[in-house]
C-alpha cells in the first residue's frame, strides 16, 4: 500500500502537482516510516515548493535511514547550499563522491559551493573596506545558488541602505518579512531604511521591534542610539534657532554631524541648517561651503541650492549664483526660482560694468549730498594738476581715475541716468558714450568754472 501512494505521488511529481505529490509522499512515509527513498521523494517535493529548510529533513532522515543513498546526500547538500550553508553542502557533495567518483552533478555542485565561499569571503573584505557595491555584486553572485537564504539577502539589503538605495533594501527586507515577521535582521534593515530616510521616529520603532526578537542584535542596537542621538541634537539646534541663539545653533548642528557620517540625507539637512545659520552669523564662505557639503551628499537638494545662491549673492559672487539658481529653476520652474535666477542675471550684467558707486567710495543707497561730497574729495585727489610733478606713469594712473569719477558723478548726480543704471540698463541706450567723455567739463561745472577752483593756495 505504501508503494502504491509512492506511484502515485510519483505521478503528480512528474504532473509538477507537487502540493499532491507531498501529500501522498507523507501518506507513503506514514505506513512506512523506515523507507529512505519515500523521504528523498518528499525531500525533491519540498524543494520544488521552495520549502528548503523541511526538504532538508527529510533528505537528512533519508540517509539517516540509508548512509549510502545518493540521491538523499545530494539532496541534502542542495538544500544546505539553497540556504547558503556552503560547507555543510561541500560535505555532502564529498560524500557523493565518496559513494561514486565521477558523478558529475556532485563535481558541478561542490564547484558552485566552493564558488559561494569565495563569495562570502570576498563580501566580508569589501564590507570592512565599507566598498559596500563589492558586497552587493558578492552577494547576488552567491544568491544564484543559495537562492533560499536569509543572511545573504540581509547583507545585500543592508548594503543596498548604506548606498542609498533605499527602495531595494525595503523590497529585500520586506519578501523576507512576508516568510518570518520575526526576522529581527529584516526589522533592522527597514529601520536603516527608514533612518537614512530621515524619517527617525519610524526607524526607532523598527529598531526597537528587532531588538524585542534579538536582545544581543548589536547593530539594531546601536542604531537606535544614534537615531536618538541624532534627532535630540537636531531638534537641539532647531529649538537654538527659533530663539535666535545662533551661536548656540550652530554648535548643536555641528555637534550632531558627528554622530552618524552614514546617515547622508540628516547629514545634508544638518549642513544646509548650519549653513543657514552660519550666513546669519556672517560666515557666508562657511555657508557656502557647507551647502556645497549638503549638495554632495543630495545632489537633489534644492533648498541647499538656494542657501548657497543666496550667499553668493551676499559675497557678489553673481556667476555661481546665476548657476545654483539655473539648476534651481531647471528642476522646479516656479515664479519665485525664475524671479532669483533674473535678479541673479541683472546683478552678474551690472558686475561685469564700471561700480560708479565703488568709483566715488559710497553705498549704493548714498542720497544726493553724499555722491556730491564724495565726488569732491575724489575728484580733488586724483585731479591732474595735483599729480603734475609725479612720473608719467602716476600721472597716466591719476588722469584716469580722475576720468572714472567724473563718469560715475555725471551717472550718480543725474536721476534718470542713476535709475538706468541701478535697473542694469546700457547707458549708451541714452546717449551717453563715455568714450567721448571730458571730466574736465564736469569738474569746471561742480567747481564753478577756471578761476573757482587752484591748486596753487
Sequence with gaps: EAEGFKEQGNAFYIKKDYAEAFSYYTKAIDMCPKNASYYGNRAATLMMLCRYREALEDSQQAVRLDNTFMKGHLREGKCHLSLGNAMAASRCFQRVLELETDNSQ???ELKNAESILEYERMAEIGFEKRDFRMVVFCMDRALESASACHRFKILKAECLALLGRYPEAQSVASDILRMDSTNADALYVR???????????????????ALRMAPDHDKARLACRNAKALKAKKDE?????KEGNFEAAYELYSEALTIDPNNIK?????????ATVGSKLKKLEQAIE???KAIKLDETYIKAYLRRAQCYMDTEQYEEAVRDYEKVYQTEKTKEHKHLLKNAQLELKKSKR?????VLGVDKNATEDEIKKAYRKRALLHHP????????????EEEKKFKEVGEAFS?????????RYDSGQDLEDDGMNMGDFDANNIFKAFFGGPGGFSFEG
Excluded at 237 to 241: C, E, T, V
Excluded at 267 to 274: D, I, P, V, W
Excluded at 354 to 358: R, S
Design 191 to 209: 529601520g536603516l531604511c527608514l533612518y537614512y530616510e530621515d524619517c527617525i521616529d519610524k526607524a526607532v520603532q523598527f529598531f526597537v521591534q
Design 237 to 241: 539646534g532647531n529649538k537654538a534657532f
Design 411 to 419: 551717472v550718480l548726480s543725474d536721476a534718470k541716468k542713476k535709475s
Design 290 to 292: 557647507d551647502c556645497t
Design 385 to 396: 594738476d595735483r599729480h603734475s610733478g609725479a612720473s608719467p606713469e602716476v600721472q597716466k
Design 354 to 358: 564700471k561700480d560708479y558707486y565703488k
Design 106 to 108: 556532485a563535481q558541478q
Design 266 to 274: 540628516t547629514n545634508a539637512k544638518l549642513y544646509c541648517n548650519r
